[in-house]
């Protein structure tokens, strides 16, 4: 990417076209001695792949038929494939590999009936280390209402700039 090419894309830009976990994760998933470029694609296979950790983050309804008691998923394992990723040279690639395969791990177990709340705490806890909320994207009506006047501030600050109306702007 280039800015005199004109095929930069700005974080606003990016947020637009998909979550801020979306982005984490697809920054992460390359090492950062790695050369990465950014490609809609790319970002836009992430936000797919975020759908599995909201998929083993749904809510279950401790009533519901079937649901065993007891929590048949080892989280130490997981935990610690994750801290020993971060501890060789920050190895997020393999750190977020860690956190799919639990998440695959909780699918399962939530399809066989067993409880699952320990895991997706462990799930929920790893993620945040690296800035994950793990949150479902929406634009709000806030957001909406408000952006008319964030971009009526940024015209107007704008103009007074050029007309070197600094103590103004």
Do not use: W
């Not at 983050?57 to 994750?82: C, H, K, M, S, T």
């Not at 280390?129 to 009526?152: H, M, N, Q, W, Y």
């Amino acid at each position: 990417m280039s800015k005199s090419l004109g095929n930069l894309v700005s974080v606003e830009e990016a947020l637009d076209r998909c979550s801020p976990d979306a982005l984490r994760i697809y920054f992460l998933s390359s090492h950062y001695r790695s050369p990465l470029q950014y490609s809609d694609e790319g970002s836009a296979a992430m936000e797919r792949s975020l759908d599995r950790f909201h998929h083993a983050l749904r809510p279950v309804d401790a009533g519901e038929d079937g649901i065993q008691d007891n929590e048949a998923l080892d989280v130490d394992a997981y935990r610690a494939r994750f801290m020993g990723a971060m501890d060789d040279d920050l190895n997020t690639p393999q750190a977020i590999a860690a956190l799919f395969d639990l998440a695959r791990d909780i699918n399962r177990e939530m399809d066989s009936g067993h409880a699952v709340a320990a895991a997706q705490a462990t799930l929920r806890e790893l993620g945040g280390i690296l800035g994950l909320t793990f949150e479902e994207r929406s634009v709000g009506s806030d957001e909406l209402a408000a952006k008319p006047f964030i971009d009526l501030l940024v015209s107007t600050r704008t103009e007074l700039r050029q007309a070197r109306q600094f103590a103004l702007g």
